[in-house]
């Protein structure tokens, strides 16, 4: 079922297209496009199913994607780092979770509420940790082409995601992230 006819100027405005471009993008003529706006004529079934694909191409093909929110400042942990060294370089760096990477691939997370859980059980048995004893599970891994409303669902569950391209992470998208770029209007 299609949404109501009555909205495809509203889609069309929105995505800052004019008359003429819907048309060309859809395949169907200006001129109707102008009566059927303006309320004088009804398209047919095809042609407005035409006019509604056109738009939501376009509304995806201008959504935010993962390549464009990632941070490229990527700081990980190695599984044989110590806890201490890890935690420390999260503090310096303003980080709540770093990736654990065992060569190229992420094995798992270190997060300061797991260190913060861990560290009240250890006690002074803490600093001879290792990452590997502490670690969590991995931060989800989305593609550089993952849209915003997909990122958004997954970060209503994670504290992030890995950004990857070809298998290799080239970055992290966190909740901050996709905030900002909410309130930047993107």
């Known amino acids: 079922m299609l949404p109501d006819i009555g909205e495809i100027k509203t889609y069309r405005k929105k995505l800052g297209l004019t008359q003429s471009g819907l048309s060309e993008l859809s395949g169907v003529s200006q001129s109707l496009i102008a009566k059927m706006e303006s309320g004088k004529i009804t398209?047919?079934?095809?042609?407005a199913k035409s006019l509604?694909?056109?738009?939501?191409?376009?509304?995806?093909?201008?959504?935010?994607?993962?390549?464009?929110?990632?941070?490229?400042?990527?700081?990980?942990v190695k599984e044989t780092d110590s806890a201490k060294?890890?935690?420390?370089?999260?503090?310096?760096?303003g980080f709540?979770?770093?990736p654990v990477m065992k060569g190229e691939k992420c094995v798992g997370t270190l997060?300061?509420?797991?260190a913060l859980s861990v560290l009240s059980e250890a006690g002074k048995k803490f600093a001879?940790?290792?990452?590997a004893d502490i670690m969590e599970e991995p931060l989800p891994i989305v593609n550089e082409?993952?849209?915003?409303?997909?990122?958004?669902?997954?970060?209503s569950h994670e504290n992030a995601v890995l950004v990857s391209k070809k298998g290799k992470i080239t970055g992290i998208i966190t909740k901050s992230d996709l905030?900002?770029?909410a309130l930047l209007g993107n």
């Not at 001879?128 to 990452?131: A, D, I, Q």
């Not at 082409?145 to 970060?155: D, E």
């Open 43 to 47: 398209p047919s079934y095809d042609k």
């Open 52 to 76: 509604f694909e056109a738009l939501e191409n376009i509304g995806q093909k201008k959504q935010a994607r993962a390549l464009g929110l990632m941070s490229k400042k990527l700081r990980c």
């Open 85 to 93: 060294k890890a935690i420390s370089l999260m503090d310096h760096q």
């Open 96 to 98: 709540s979770q770093v």
């Open 111 to 114: 997060s300061e509420s797991r």
């Open 128 to 131: 001879k940790l290792k990452v």
């Open 145 to 155: 082409q993952t849209l915003f409303p997909v990122l958004a669902g997954i970060l």
């Open 179 to 181: 905030l900002k770029n």
